[in-house]
Nanobody
Framework: QVHLVESGGGLVQAGGSLTLSCVVS????????IAWHRQAPEKQRELVGV????????DYVDYVKGRFSISSDDKKNTIYLSMNNMNPGDTGVYYC????????WGQGTRVTVSS
């Protein structure tokens, strides 16, 4: 069983930056992929960005391209989501996801962007 624990959420002003972390309980190089999702209030969960392993090729949804980036630290088994130039539309609960033959989710971390 793979466990994921997100952290780093909080309150940030519009235009500000925040970096989320996701610690994975296994060696992330053995996974097939990693993704970040978010769920805005009263909306469905949506994909923010995904990174495939071992090519480490990231891909992002259009509304975060140029502002968000996913990275990883293999030694720490940690995945990061760096968010810049944030706006109130980025408010939501952010979830880390990874998969091998199964899909695993973290518990989420809340991000609030004030105008």
């Amino acid at each position: 069983q793979v466990h994921l624990v997100e952290s780093g959420g909080g309150l940030v002003q519009a235009g500000g930056s925040l970096t989320l972390s996701c610690v994975v309980s296994v060696n992330i190089t053995n996974l097939y992929g990693i993704a970040w999702h978010r769920q805005a209030p009263e909306k469905q969960r949506e994909l923010v960005g995904v990174i495939t392993i071992p090519t480490i090729t990231p891909d992002y949804v259009d509304y975060v391209k140029g502002r968000f980036s996913i990275s990883s630290d293999d030694k720490k088994n940690t995945i990061y989501l760096s968010m810049n130039n944030m706006n109130p539309g980025d408010t939501g609960v952010y979830y880390c996801q990874c998969w091998d033959r199964q899909v695993y989710w973290g518990q989420g971390t809340r991000v609030t962007v004030s105008s």
